[in-house]
């Protein structure tokens, strides 16, 4: 199983960015996907999640109505749309995978993760 992130980097207060991840060596539609994040000094926190069909979406309050989550089934590969980006979005963020096709918002029922990508969102 192998899961690369990419897209992060340096964006300005209220910007754009989209990230990213690609999914190798397993099933992609057997499983609840999801976006994590960790700031630092903080605990890893849930940030969005869609199903393994992509029917269903979950998305953490603080990002609402800005993050869209998505996926190209066809590609292995979910993408985590960002708009109107803060400065408490700075965070390294992270692709993983659930332990089955329930979306959960806790990190222990995520059995792999990519190596994440940083996001900085700053003037």
């Known amino acids: 199983v192998q899961l690369v992130e990419s897209g992060g980097g340096l964006a300005q207060p209220g910007g754009s960015l989209r990230l990213s991840c690609a999914a190798a060596?397993?099933?992609?539609?057997?499983?609840?996907m999801s976006w994590f994040r960790q700031a630092p000094g903080k605990e890893r926190e849930f940030v969005a999640a869609?199903?393994?069909?992509?029917?269903?979406?979950y998305y953490a309050d603080s990002v609402k109505g800005r993050f869209t989550i998505s996926g190209d089934y066809a590609k292995n590969t979910i993408y985590l749309e960002m708009n109107t980006l803060k400065a408490e979005d700075t965070a390294l963020y992270y692709c993983?995978?659930?332990?089955?096709?329930?979306?959960?918002?806790?990190?222990?029922?995520?059995?792999?993760w990519g190596q994440g990508t940083q996001v900085t969102v700053s003037s």
């Open positions: 060596g397993f099933t992609f539609s057997n499983y609840a």
């Open positions: 869609i199903s393994w069909s992509g029917a269903a979406r």
């Open positions: 993983a995978r659930a332990l089955g096709r329930t979306i959960l918002t806790s990190m222990h029922e995520y059995n792999y």
